[in-house]
């Protein structure tokens, strides 16, 4: 049994009722509720984290080193946390940057993320459907191993 983490950054708990034009009319909890159904009928454990702060979000990863994968929507750490991409990097563990919004239809400062390129994939613009893409590859990626 696999385990699979699910890791929300400032102001997704707002989601639903922040600007429904860009992030949709789905909550948090609705989201965290669909994937956590996806991984467990799939035999795999699941655990999810939403902060604003970016040492709780640090120091969460950094504790949880025996997961198998992460499924992390950093939202505007995406763009800032040299520190979050530091232990991203050192649990060493496969992930995909999930993002609600096209970021590339937006701000310039949103164009850059510090995840990406140790990603094995980033998933935009596909609204609260994009974090149920990430877990069907997230599944599939590890019944393959």
Known sequence: MSKIMLV???NL???GQREPEIYGK???QEIEQTIQKLVESAGHQFETIQSNSESELVGWIQD???YDFLLINAAAFTHTSVALRDAISFSDVPFIEIHISNVYKRESFRHHSYLSDIAIGVIAGMGAKGYELA???ALDYLNSR
Do not use: I, S
């Open 8 to 10: 929300n950054g400032p």
């Open 13 to 15: 708990n707002t989601l």
């Open 26 to 28: 789905t909550t948090l």
């Open 64 to 66: 949880r080193r025996g």
């Open 135 to 137: 877990t069907f590859f």
